[in-house]
C-alpha cells in the first residue's frame, strides 16, 4: 500500500521559515517525480514545485523561485520543501504527490496535507 505523509506545518510569522517533508512508503522514490502543491481557501490548487526523478531537476511555480527549495533523499524515501521568506500567500494545505510520468502530469498517489499559516 502507497502512503504519502507530510509533516512540518505550522503557524510562522511573515518572513519565517519551515521545512515540510513527505515520507514515501509502499514505492521506490528513485523513479518517481514527486511535486508539492498548495491549496488556500476558496482557491484551486496550485502546483507549487516538482523534482525529476532521474537527474534531480527541479521546478518552481513564479511565485515561490528563490524562496522555496525542493529536494529529496531517496535512502530515506523522503522528499523535502523548504520554504523560506514566508509570505501570508504562502498559507495554505501543502500536499505532495508523485508521478512516474514528468513533472506536471500523471500524480497517482496523493498525501493528506500539511496546514501551514503565514500570520502576524
Known amino acids: 500500500q502507497v502512503q504519502l505523509v507530510e509533516s512540518g506545518g505550522a503557524l510562522v510569522q511573515p518572513g519565517g521559515s519551515l521545512r515540510l517533508s513527505c515520507a514515501v512508503s509502499?514505492?521506490?522514490?528513485?523513479?518517481?517525480?514527486i511535486g508539492w502543491f498548495r491549496q488556500a481557501p476558496g482557491k484551486e490548487r496550485e502546483g507549487v514545485s516538482c523534482?525529476?526523478?532521474?537527474?534531480?531537476?527541479?521546478y518552481y511555480v513564479d511565485s515561490v523561485k528563490g524562496r522555496f527549495t525542493i529536494s529529496r533523499d531517496n535512502a530515506k524515501n523522503t522528499v523535502y520543501l523548504q520554504m523560506n521568506s514566508l509570505e501570508p500567500e504562502d498559507t495554505a494545505v501543502y500536499y505532495c504527490?508523485?508521478?512516474?510520468?514528468?513533472?506536471?502530469?500523471?500524480?497517482?498517489?496523493w498525501g493528506q496535507g500539511t496546514q501551514v499559516t503565514v500570520s502576524s
Open positions: 504527490a508523485t508521478s512516474l510520468v514528468a513533472c506536471g502530469v500523471g500524480y497517482a498517489y
Open positions: 509502499g514505492l521506490t522514490l528513485d523513479y518517481y517525480f
Open positions: 523534482i525529476s526523478s532521474s537527474d534531480g531537476s527541479t
